[in-house]
């Protein structure tokens, strides 16, 4: 006698295995302080000279001993960190991936990190789209921090993509703060176009955005490594409303 299977018969225990497999609890994801992306403006704007500026002054800023104290010094003892660096609407690059840094050793080796990804440079300006790219490396990182924060360099307006308020707008609604580093820089561009005027006020309407957000001016290149380092040491420790 010839026993037909029938193809129909296991689907039962299957069906009971699939809801197990739904039913298991996600990965759990690191508690830390802050989740932070570090977004910087490398468009054509910014030459060789200046793009290294700009590196040596995260290096020296997130290996400062004030910023790796405030980094380890929260209730979770650490924060997350990612390097990012952007142009056009079409250009945003991690450097450097999600990283908890709590420690001396943890900075150091975020930092030589950024020191030796090789540079790149791109066409135009888009502040829109370095927001929304940004905004969208909070979820799957491993990490779930107290506040998510975007906070975004540069030395000039947009040119590129949606207003930037716009994406400003979205980011906040998520529940994502962003504070920002204008450039004040009175050199004309690699292909000769006049620096923007008033670029800290631009970021104060169209920009930063969310709670405690702010910004720090740089004057110049040669003074980014400081203004960097007083907005970490604010921007971890969570001191925010105002500008500077």
Same mark, same amino acid.
């Given at each position: 006698m010839r026993v037909r299977a029938n193809?129909?018969?296991?689907?039962?225990?299957?069906?009971?295995?699939?809801?197990?497999?739904?039913?298991?609890?996600?990965?759990?994801?690191?508690?830390?302080?802050? $989740?932070?992306?570090?977004?910087?403006?490398? !468009?054509? !704007?910014?030459?060789?000279? $200046?793009?290294? #500026?700009?590196?040596?002054?995260?290096v020296a800023a997130l290996t400062n001993p004030r910023v790796v104290a405030a980094m380890g010094g929260g209730p979770f003892g650490a924060i997350a960190v990612t390097y990012v660096e952007w142009a056009g609407e079409d250009y945003q690059r991690m450097v450097v991936p999600w990283t908890l840094i709590g420690t001396g050793e943890q900075a150091a080796s975020f930092a030589q990190q950024i020191e030796a990804a090789p540079f790149a440079s791109a066409r135009w300006t888009s502040l829109s789209g370095a927001i929304d790219y940004s905004a969208t490396l909070f979820d799957g990182n491993g990490f779930e921090g107290v506040r998510q924060v975007i906070d975004i360099s540069g030395d000039g307006v947009n040119n590129r993509g949606r207003p930037p308020d716009l994406a400003r707008d979205q980011a906040v609604e998520q529940g994502i703060t962003i504070n920002g580093l204008p450039i004040l820089n009175d050199r004309p561009n690699p292909w000769g176009g006049a620096a923007p005027v008033?670029?800290?006020?631009?970021?104060?309407?169209?920009?930063?955005?969310?709670?405690?957000?702010?910004?720090?001016?740089?004057?110049?290149?040669?003074?980014?490594? !400081?203004?960097? #380092?007083?907005? #970490?040491?604010?921007?971890?420790?969570?001191?925010?409303?105002?500008?500077?």
């Amino acid at each position: 006698m010839r026993v037909r299977a029938n193809p129909t018969a296991g689907l039962p225990a299957l069906w009971m295995l699939l809801m197990m497999v739904g039913a298991w609890p996600a990965a759990a994801q690191q508690p830390v302080d802050l $989740e932070l992306v570090l977004a910087i403006d490398i !468009s054509g !704007s910014v030459d060789e000279e $200046e793009a290294a #500026l700009q590196r040596e002054g995260y290096v020296a800023a997130l290996t400062n001993p004030r910023v790796v104290a405030a980094m380890g010094g929260g209730p979770f003892g650490a924060i997350a960190v990612t390097y990012v660096e952007w142009a056009g609407e079409d250009y945003q690059r991690m450097v450097v991936p999600w990283t908890l840094i709590g420690t001396g050793e943890q900075a150091a080796s975020f930092a030589q990190q950024i020191e030796a990804a090789p540079f790149a440079s791109a066409r135009w300006t888009s502040l829109s789209g370095a927001i929304d790219y940004s905004a969208t490396l909070f979820d799957g990182n491993g990490f779930e921090g107290v506040r998510q924060v975007i906070d975004i360099s540069g030395d000039g307006v947009n040119n590129r993509g949606r207003p930037p308020d716009l994406a400003r707008d979205q980011a906040v609604e998520q529940g994502i703060t962003i504070n920002g580093l204008p450039i004040l820089n009175d050199r004309p561009n690699p292909w000769g176009g006049a620096a923007p005027v008033d670029l800290d006020r631009y970021y104060e309407e169209n920009v930063i955005g969310g709670p405690g957000a702010f910004y720090i001016a740089a004057r110049d290149f040669d003074a980014f490594a !400081s203004a960097i #380092l007083a907005k #970490l040491i604010r921007e971890i420790a969570g001191l925010g409303n105002g500008s500077g």
